[in-house]
Structure formats: structure tokens, C-alpha cells
């Protein structure tokens, strides 16, 4: 049954492929790029410049959770420090969905599905991030989820929580606390830590799974827990990469 409404989907895609083909006029290659693997599995296809030397960003926002232009530019800027891509293109777009307090992951994958406007195709890789309202389905007491990284080109950013952390008169900046949660999803998309990137050296933590060991590296697990982020005011900067994730991303075909 699964595997029938499966091809019926399959069917449905390419119908729908063909009819944009037509109307577009251009040489569709219907072989479409997949986009709905692990992540961790283009970490390679974003770092270099083999397969696609374009990379685009779709960004979709909720109304009022809008990111700032200041961390487009800082990821634009990341993009062209740590991959091989000559034409780097954010764009945004605001959708209309129905928001809901709290996304799970099959909700997030849903509004992906139903908004998602491009796709990668010759020599374009595509990325689709998503800034919703609302809040994780796995926020507890003691963590909230400021982004989480889903597929092999696919993030979301959960705004609301990022601007309740960053309104703490203790806490970092918006621009700061955003730019750093979008700089570590887009780089689980690369791979790190040891999540469809190989390492060098062994500097996975243990304990948290596709993390760094290095506490003031951009890929420690706390990045991601706005109930972390007080503890970044004392240089409101965003966190870099250390050594060892910069050399697996070197490894792997990046910068
Ligand atoms: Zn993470
Ligand atoms: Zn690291």
C-alpha cells in the first residue's frame, strides 16, 4: 500500500515537473536531486564545487519572525569563507501557513513540503530554512531548541524562541544569538560532527551525538539551547569554528 501511494506521489511529481517544464520552456532533468535525505548526506555537494558551483537559500518566514539582514549577510559571508561555491544567492519569502505553539518535526517537514518554491537542478544547490512562531516540540525544562537541521538541505529556526532569549537583558544580542543558531544548523548541513563528514581527528562528543568536544566551538551542543544563551554575553560574538571542525570540512572538499 505504502508503496503504491508512493509511486502514485512519484507520478504526481513528474506530471507536475513536466507541466512547470512547459511553461518555463527550459530543459527539465528529471532526475531531481534528492532532498529528503539525512543530513549530513550533500555535506560534500555543498562544500565543493564538483557537482553544483551555485548554491541558493531559500528563506521562509512566518510573519513578525522575519531573520535580520545582518544574519543573512553573516551566512552569506560563512558560505563563501568555508565552501567553493562562486555564486551565493539568500533569498526571502514570507509564507502563509497555520501556525500552530509548538512544531514537531513532521509539522516542520510538512510546511516544507507544502512552501518549498525551488529546488537544486544543474548547477544550483538549494537550501531551504524555515523561521517559524512557536516553539520545538522538544523544548523540556531545561532545553530550548533554537534550530534543528532535518534533512540533507533543510533547517528551521525556531524565531520565537530565539527572540524570547535574546530579550533577556543578560542574553546576546538578536543578531548574534540568530547568526549563531543559522551558522550551526547550516554546518550539521556540511556534515559536522562526524555526520556525513568524516573526522580528521576524533573530536565528536560523546555524549551529544554530531557535536563538537570544543566548548567555545561553533558546533558545542549547547549552541542550540536558548537557555544556554546568557552565557555568550560576555563577548557578544559569534562563536567560530575550531581546528578540528575546520579540517574536516577541508577534508571533505571545503575551506
Ligand atoms: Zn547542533
Ligand atoms: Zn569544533
Given at each position: 500500500m505504502k508503496n503504491i501511494f508512493k509511486s502514485v506521489l512519484l507520478i504526481l511529481f513528474l506530471t507536475i515537473s513536466c507541466n512547470e517544464d512547459d511553461s518555463l520552456g527550459n530543459v527539465l532533468n528529471t532526475n531531481n536531486y534528492p532532498?529528503?535525505?539525512?543530513?549530513?548526506?550533500s555535506a560534500s555537494d555543498i562544500l565543493s564545487?564538483?557537482?553544483?558551483t551555485d548554491i541558493y537559500i531559500e528563506v521562509m518566514y512566518v510573519d513578525g519572525f522575519r531573520p535580520s539582514a545582518e544574519t543573512l549577510t553573516n551566512l552569506k559571508n560563512f558560505i563563501g569563507s568555508r565552501t567553493y561555491k562562486t555564486n551565493i544567492v539568500v533569498e526571502e519569502r514570507l509564507i502563509n501557513i497555520s501556525k500552530k505553539s509548538t512544531y514537531t518535526i513532521d509539522d516542520v517537514r510538512n510546511i516544507e513540503d507544502t512552501n518549498r518554491g525551488k529546488f537544486s537542478i544543474e548547477n544550483q544547490l538549494v537550501i531551504s530554512a524555515l523561521f517559524l512562531n512557536g516553539k520545538s516540540s522538544n523544548d523540556t525544562e531545561t532545553t530550548t531548541i533554537l534550530g534543528t537541521s532535518y534533512r540533507n538541505t533543510s533547517f528551521v529556526i525556531f524565531e520565537e524562541t530565539i527572540q524570547a532569549a535574546s530579550n533577556d537583558i543578560l542574553g546576546p544580542s538578536k543578531i548574534i544569538l540568530e547568526s549563531t543558531v543559522i551558522l550551526h544548523e547550516f554546518c550539521h548541513l556540511l556534515g559536522?560532527?562526524?555526520?556525513?563528514t568524516s573526522m580528521v581527528v576524533n573530536h565528536e562528543d560523546a555524549a551529544h551525538n554530531a557535536h563538537c568536544t570544543t566548548e567555545t566551538c561553533l558546533m558545542y551542543y549547547l549552541i542550540e539551547n536558548g537557555k544556554n544563551a546568557p552565557h555568550w554575553v560576555k563577548n557578544e560574538q559569534i562563536p567560530q569554528l575550531d581546528t578540528y571542525c575546520i579540517n574536516d570540512l577541508k577534508a571533505n572538499g571545503g575551506k
Open positions: 532532498y529528503k535525505q539525512q543530513v549530513g548526506y564545487n564538483k557537482n553544483f559536522l560532527v562526524n555526520l556525513g
